[in-house]
């Protein structure tokens, strides 16, 4: 079955760098758009960044510049660099590919941007 295990978290001080990994297994991997997503302490999930399988990407406006997805389809896991970390950008985040009609995500990894 589809599997997605997220790590790199933590805690970091404004400005700060992190990077986060999402090891997958139970489907195609070079087949698929690979996404992140954060959840903020009560606020709705939202897309981060999005990998197509030909490794275009397209990022929110609100990271675009200061992080970078990536994949490694032979490691069959994808990233997340995130630089110039602000306290805005803390929350869990997920990783999360779609093979309809059902959404998969990962347990999560918390991210916490503060002096």
């Known amino acids: 079955q589809v599997e997605l295990v997220e790590s790199g978290g933590g805690l970091v001080q404004p400005g700060g760098s992190l990077r986060l990994s999402c090891a997958t297994s139970?489907?195609?991997?070079?087949?698929?758009?690979l996404s992140w997503y954060r959840q903020a302490p009560g606020k709705q999930r939202e897309l981060v960044a999005v990998v197509s399988p030909t490794d275009t990407t397209n990022y929110s406006n609100l990271v675009k510049g200061r992080f970078t997805i990536a994949r490694d389809n032979a490691k069959r896991a994808v990233y997340l660099q995130m630089n110039g970390l602000r306290p805005d950008d803390t929350g869990v985040y997920y990783c999360h590919i779609r093979h309809d009609p059902i959404n998969y995500w990962g347990q999560g990894t918390q991210v916490t941007v503060s002096s």
């Open positions: 139970g489907f195609t991997f070079s087949s698929y758009v």
